[in-house]
């Protein structure tokens, strides 16, 4: 699934390629497309015809465009990537893509936004914008959150961030520290890739309890996130496959840079020994024993 780099990634292109056009009329194919959005998709595509993209805006790894319909109050076109979502920008003359499940022609006569989803487990649905919960500073997501979103925290890159107040919450965690970084309500935008390599980058195990670390070892952990976050969004998020692109299908190469996720049987770039890899919440958890030692387990 993607993370907040490769979303992002996305975010930015969309910045680019769509805000501030007209949607002449929106196109949706097949019926789970729309099953976010309990109005129905005649009722979207009616909604988001005539409709000003004002912003492309992004939490964690959740994703909208800030629409001003003629005839409505602001909304939030809310989309959910899924496993395999991909958002494109083609010129209507383009072939269609095999997976191509929704796209929106602009009165401009420009180029299309094309929804193409491989695995069908994203979709699009209209929200409503409320005031940021979080406390926000003015000027960020001056539009609002959109409701499907409300109940997610703040990310590492966003100005809303509270380092504090987010050690604060995972210490009072008695749970291990893999499990609070992959939880969206404590923090959002870290996922599976990027819990690896920053926990790596901090010298932790995962199943190290969170509340049996320090303070400064969460803030280490935290500000590790941000930065192999960062760093990831440089080089245009992680592509381990033609799912995660660009708005113009253009793939990340973060990959590359990765220390431990994904090099099981490497050696670890700070010490030489072979990363290893555990099975970890359905998923797999990569970590070097030597630099990452396992917590003593009491008898």
């Not at 649905?125 to 000027?139: F, N, V």
Request: charged share 25%; with cysteine.
């Amino acid at each position: 699934m993607p993370e907040l780099p490769e979303v992002e990634v996305v975010r930015r292109g969309l910045s680019d390629h769509v805000v501030g056009r007209t949607v002449a009329r929106a196109v949706l194919t097949g019926s789970r497309v729309a099953r976010r959005h309990a109005a129905g998709p005649t009722d979207l595509t009616d909604r988001v015809a005539g409709a000003r993209i004002l912003a492309a805006d992004r939490r964690g790894k959740y994703l909208w465009l800030v629409l001003a319909p003629p005839e409505d109050d602001t909304l939030a076109l809310v989309v959910h990537l899924g496993m395999s979502g991909q958002l494109l920008v083609q010129h209507a003359a383009a072939a269609p893509e095999k997976h191509l499940h929704a796209r929106f022609d602009f009165t401009d006569g420009g180029p299309q936004l094309r929804f193409v989803d491989q695995r069908t487990f994203g979709g699009l649905a209209l929200a409503e914008l409320h005031a940021d919960q979080r406390g926000a500073p003015d000027g960020v997501h001056v539009h609002g959150i959109p409701a499907p979103v409300l109940h997610i925290a703040p990310d590492p890159l966003e100005p809303a961030f509270d380092r504090a107040g987010t050690v604060r919450r995972m210490r009072s965690r008695d749970s291990e520290v893999k499990r609070v970084l992959l939880d969206q309500s404590v923090v959002s935008g870290i996922g599976n890739i990027y819990a690896d390599e920053a926990l790596w980058r901090a010298g932790v195990h995962g199943r190290r309890s969170a509340s049996a670390l320090t303070r400064p070892a969460l803030g280490r952990v935290l500000d590790h996130a941000a930065e192999v976050m960062r760093e990831a969004l440089g080089q245009g998020g992680t592509s381990f496959d033609a799912l995660y692109v660009n708005v113009n299908g253009a793939s990340g190469y973060f990959d590359r840079s990765l220390a431990v996720y994904g090099q099981t049987g490497r050696p670890c770039p700070r010490c030489g020994t072979p990363v290893l890899r555990e099975q970890f919440m359905n998923r797999s958890s990569h970590f070097c024993p030597r630099c990452q030692p396992r917590p003593r387990v009491s008898r």
